[in-house]
């Protein structure tokens, strides 16, 4: 009941030399890693372990819509992290020397002007903008 977990040993993979031509280049950002995007597409051909080239061209899209997946994730993070250090900046400035009873009321407008950022282009220029300098 308690015995070690064995791991069945997976046929191991080739990609045909013809197929070769047929694998798509990646379409890499920059600051994306090709080290990485060829890591997670061995990955994806290890795992499915195609033995028809059919099973080969399928697995090179799995492998480029992980990355894609992958790649998403990372914006949305990015974004949120971006927002929550957007709405730490206004507190920073527009919250110095109000007293507490006006202060929920403070972050209330800055968390407008955060989502007015987000979705408004002069609001965007404005808050990204050198200091000091007010658009009209």
């Known amino acids: ?16 030399e013809e197929l070769e031509v047929l694998r798509p280049e990646p379409l890499l950002l920059p600051g994306e890693s090709r080290e990485q995007y060829d890591a997670l597409q061995r990955i994806v051909l290890g795992d499915i372990a195609p033995r028809s080239p059919i099973e ?16 998403s994730l990372r914006h949305k993070l990015l974004d949120a992290f971006r927002h929550r250090a957007v709405e730490g900046a206004l507190s920073q400035i527009d919250l110095v020397g109000i007293d507490d009873r006006t202060k929920e009321v403070a972050r209330a ?21 050198p200091p000091g300098v007010r658009l009209r």
Request: glycine share 2%; hydrophobic share 50%; with cysteine.
């Open 1 to 16: 009941m308690n015995a070690p977990f064995q791991i069945a040993p997976r046929p191991s993979y080739v990609v045909l």
């Open 56 to 71: 080969c061209l399928l697995a090179f899209d799995v492998a480029e819509l992980s990355w894609e997946i992958r790649r």
């Open 109 to 129: 407008h800055i968390a407008k002007n955060v989502l007015d950022w987000r979705v408004n282009p002069k609001a965007t220029a404005e808050i990204d903008g």
